[in-house]
């Protein structure tokens, strides 16, 4: 045992951890030669490794520490709750202090009248809970052919059989079975990757579009509701053109479909707003929340609801549930969080000051010669990487291959950044620092340089 760090020397960590840790999204028997790079320790917007080396985490660990790492509120809160009732269910005609004032608090900060919260551990459980939802919901509405759940290529909706079958990942559809029945799916408003000569705004009015050719085909009356993320996070940080939000609401309105924000990265001030259905300009019926909610220190998520579908369906016994929904622990640690976004002003920080200055220095790379577009909405921002701008033109390399090796670049000069294809993207935590967005910027840079001279000289420009 190392004393100095407490743990196992990094190698023998790396061992174990390759003979019986099973990683998600992994080629495990490559990774376990490789070995896993083992994370010890956080604070801010920075981890150390098991060797003292120190990244600047540039995804606020998967999408969600949004108040930073090592809150010492949120351990607290843990530790009172634990001690005063670790757990209870909410099943059985009882409830709990934390389970019931969370939701009141997140009915308080949702936009319009979505007052009511069924609770899970993730957003993949939350998803596969609005899928029984609105399908129960028309049956009670006397309805019951509108089961049809509509969703986008290149969404990203989870990971259980439901979720990533709203998700429109051909990956993951090619392994399990997958999708489900009554899922189908439209093309996503991609407007670099998929626009070709037609106008952004033009192509988002035609992508949007292509729901209501989805609902004329399937008929209104066999169409439950459509799923979305206000921007894609995933799949790439896609941020529609201007247009295709405000048809695509007036399509669901025209039409009687509910309309679902997966919230689950957009939610909590990653947009500078509570909600990323705000900064998009719509009212769904239900939005899906999670990592944010808790900053990621502890597992929850949950299904906000409108007041007409929580009435309808609180109309009859909803054979649906998980053993920690509304888990105490994990919500006391949520309420915590959710004062310091709010009382620290975090979310409105996000909005005025570090967004507009994230959007500013982001753009400045558009001048490197692999840069096709950079482009931001609040904290989260993308780029795409081209062997030629003016066409917007894939490289011919399998995709993805130039975004291994920048995402690899960035690792060696300590930024977590990671590829989609072959996009970066960064959703830092919502604390971060002006000098500290430099900082991602010139270390993005620097692997941008780094993978430009690599891609030259392996002939994959
Ligand atoms: N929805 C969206 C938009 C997501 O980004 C994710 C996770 N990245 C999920 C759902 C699934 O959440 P979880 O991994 O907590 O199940």
């Known amino acids: 045992m190392n004393q100095m760090t407490n743990h196992l020397p990094t190698a023998e960590l790396q061992?174990?951890?390759?003979?019986?840790?099973?990683?998600?999204?992994t080629a495990n028997t490559a990774l376990g030669r490789k070995g896993a790079r083992v994370i010890t320790r956080a604070e801010g917007v920075r981890l150390t490794d098991s060797d003292g080396i120190e990244l600047?985490?540039?995804?606020?660990?998967l999408w969600c520490v949004n108040i930073g790492y090592g809150r010492k509120e949120l351990a607290d809160a843990?530790?009172?709750?634990?001690?005063?009732?670790?757990f209870y269910n909410t099943f059985?005609?009882?409830?709990?202090?934390?389970?019931l004032t969370l939701a009141k608090r997140i009915a308080d900060l949702a936009p319009g009248d979505l007052n009511h919260v069924f609770f899970a551990?993730?957003?993949?459980?939350?998803?596969?809970?609005?899928?029984?939802m609105v399908r129960h919901y028309w049956a009670l509405k006397g309805k019951p052919s509108k089961r049809t759940i509509i969703s986008r290529k290149n969404g990203y909706h989870g990971s259980s059989m439901g979720s990533a079958s709203l998700g429109g990942m051909a990956g993951m559809h090619a392994q399990g079975g997958l999708p489900i029945a009554d899922i189908v799916h439209i093309d996503q408003p991609y407007w670099y990757g998929e626009g070709g000569d037609t106008a952004p705004e033009e192509f988002g009015i035609a992508r949007a579009r292509q729901l209501e050719e989805m609902i004329a085909k399937l008929g209104e009356d066999n169409v439950a509701a459509f799923i979305a993320e206000p921007i894609q996070g995933a799949g790439g940080v896609i941020i529609p053109p201007a247009s295709y939000w405000p048809e695509i609401k007036r399509?669901?309105?025209?039409?009687?479909?509910l309309l679902i924000a997966d919230e689950v990265i957009c939610g909590f001030g990653r947009t500078g707003e509570w909600f990323g259905s705000t900064s998009v300009g719509i009212h769904p019926h239900i939005m899906t929340i999670a990592k944010g909610l808790s900053s990621g220190y502890q597992p929850i998520g949950g299904?906000?609801?409108?007041?007409?579908?929580?009435?309808?369906?609180?109309?009859?016994?909803?054979?649906?549930?998980?053993?920690?929904?509304?888990?105490?622990?994990?919500?006391?640690?949520?309420?915590?969080?959710?004062?310091?976004?709010?009382?620290e002003g975090i979310v409105t920080r996000v909005k005025d000051?570090?967004?507009?200055?994230?959007?500013?220095?982001?753009?400045s790379l558009e001048d490197h010669p692999l840069v096709g577009e950079a482009v931001s909405h609040g904290l989260m921002a993308s780029l795409a990487m081209t062997p030629d701008k003016a066409a917007r033109a894939p490289f011919a390399a399998e995709k993805g291959t130039v975004g291994y090796i920048c995402r690899e670049r960035c690792f060696a000069n300590n930024l977590v950044m990671r590829h989609v294809g072959d996009r970066m993207i960064i959703s830092p935590p919502l604390v971060i620092t002006p000098a500290d967005l430099d900082l991602v910027v010139a270390r993005a840079r620097k692997a941008l340089d780094e993978t430009y001279k690599i891609a030259q000289d392996e002939g994959l420009l």
């Open 78 to 86: 843990a530790a009172r709750q634990m001690m005063e009732l670790p």
């Open 92 to 99: 059985f005609q009882t409830t709990t202090v934390p389970a």
């Open 353 to 363: 000051t570090t967004a507009p200055y994230l959007a500013k220095i982001w753009k």
């Open 303 to 343: 299904s906000v609801v409108c007041d007409e579908i929580a009435q309808v369906i609180g109309s009859d016994e909803f054979n649906h549930g998980y053993t920690y929904s509304g888990h105490p622990v994990a919500a006391a640690v949520a309420l915590e969080n959710l004062r310091i976004l709010d009382e």
């Open 121 to 132: 551990s993730s957003g993949s459980e939350a998803n596969d809970t609005n899928i029984r």
């Open 15 to 25: 061992a174990i951890d390759a003979a019986h840790h099973m990683h998600p999204f």
């Open 56 to 61: 600047l985490d540039a995804m606020a660990g």
């Open 251 to 257: 399509i669901c309105d025209a039409h009687d479909i």
